[in-house]
């Protein structure tokens, strides 16, 4: 299987259909065991290259910086280039306690933050660098002339925002401080988003079309939810440490969330796909999205979530897992 190319918004860039979510490299859990170590990580990033994926998403504060560190390495040490991949990453979350400089979109931070994150990627620039949230102790004007100036030296080629909904009147309000400056404007956009997480449609869709914005939304699988291992009845199918959490049950195993997985699980059958497959395949579908980012525990794991590339969905079927949901959302 190659992934496909889609354009990122009105951008130039192109980016892998789907594209690689790297969250869980070097992340702690409660017990203190590493959800995936670095030769777990190297052999995600192999079986994604070799589906023909180039588009890999991370940030400063994966594993505490070692994400970052397995990635520049595994792109030193692979059969690849580093010019054939597009890289995304963040920044905003506070890194040394006690100094409220290390943290959010100050001119400070933000240039200390870019040269550190480059060094352990081993590059010298990032293709996409998000504002991981949004600083409200930070000027917009500040952080949109500090942003373009990345951009201006090269160490960043397009800019992003991550999460920031409902709050895209700040997008938008940077954007036109960008504009009437001519600086360069956020283009690509990271909100969660999937099947049952539906807030950003509406006016956030409606502001990121406006502006052109690529929209590449995380969570596509809704924390697991959406994979067919939860059962209206039982609760969980198989093991998960989600489901241990009051927000997790609280927020996806309700009865309007079981109502729109079991839609999603008949228009899986339909299409011989697998249920997460067939959410991951909706985003694909829709006019709005660029392209969802995925991630992955095992390589196995992987290659199914990278199937939804193969799957097509009706008109009628996006229709009926669009409207699985109650409420008014955004055309399709």
């Not at 293709?127 to 002339?145: C, F, G, Q, S």
């Not at 502006?211 to 994979?227: E, K, R």
Request: glycine share 10%; net charge negative.
């Amino acid at each position: 299987m190659d992934l496909d190319f889609v354009r990122m918004g009105d951008t130039g860039l192109q980016s892998s259909e789907i594209q690689f979510g790297t969250w869980r490299f070097g992340k702690e859990t409660e017990e203190g065991n590493v959800e995936i170590d670095e030769e777990r990580a190297h052999e995600l990033l192999d079986a994604y290259a070799e589906a023909g994926g180039r588009f890999i998403d991370t940030a400063d504060v994966y594993g505490g910086g070692k994400c970052e560190d397995w990635i520049g390495d595994w792109l030193a040490q692979s059969e690849y280039d580093r010019e054939e991949f597009t890289i995304a990453s963040k920044i905003y979350w506070q890194i040394r306690e006690g100094d409220p400089n290390s943290r959010g979109t100050n001119r400070k931070n933000v240039r200390h933050r870019i040269d550190a994150l480059l060094d352990r990627l081993g590059t010298d620039y990032v293709d996409v660098l998000y504002i991981h949230r949004w600083d409200d102790d930070t000027p917009a004007r500040e952080m949109m002339k500090t942003l373009n100036g990345l951009v201006e030296d090269g160490k960043v080629h397009y800019l992003g925002t991550s999460t920031l909904v409902p709050n895209e009147w700040k997008v938008a309000k940077a954007n036109e401080i960008a504009l009437a400056e001519g600086w360069e404007p956020f283009t690509v956009a990271q909100p969660r988003y999937n099947l049952v997480d539906r807030e950003v449609e509406g006016g956030y869709l409606e502001m990121t079309d406006d502006y052109g914005i690529a929209v590449c939304p995380w969570s596509p699988l809704g924390q697991g939810f959406l994979t067919g291992k939860y059962d209206r009845e039982d609760g969980l199918v198989g093991e998960s440490r989600a489901a241990e959490s009051s927000r997790f049950r609280e927020g996806y195993l309700t009865e309007e969330n079981f109502d729109v997985l079991d839609e999603l699980e008949a228009v899986a059958e339909e299409v011989g796909a697998t249920v997460a497959q067939t959410a991951i395949a909706y985003h694909m579908h829709h006019d709005s999205i660029a392209a969802p980012i995925i991630g992955a525990r095992t390589v196995e794991q992987l290659e199914e979530n990278l199937g939804a590339a193969e799957v097509a969905l009706s008109d009628e079927q996006v229709e009926r897992l669009r409207e699985a949901k109650g409420g008014p959302y955004s055309d399709i």
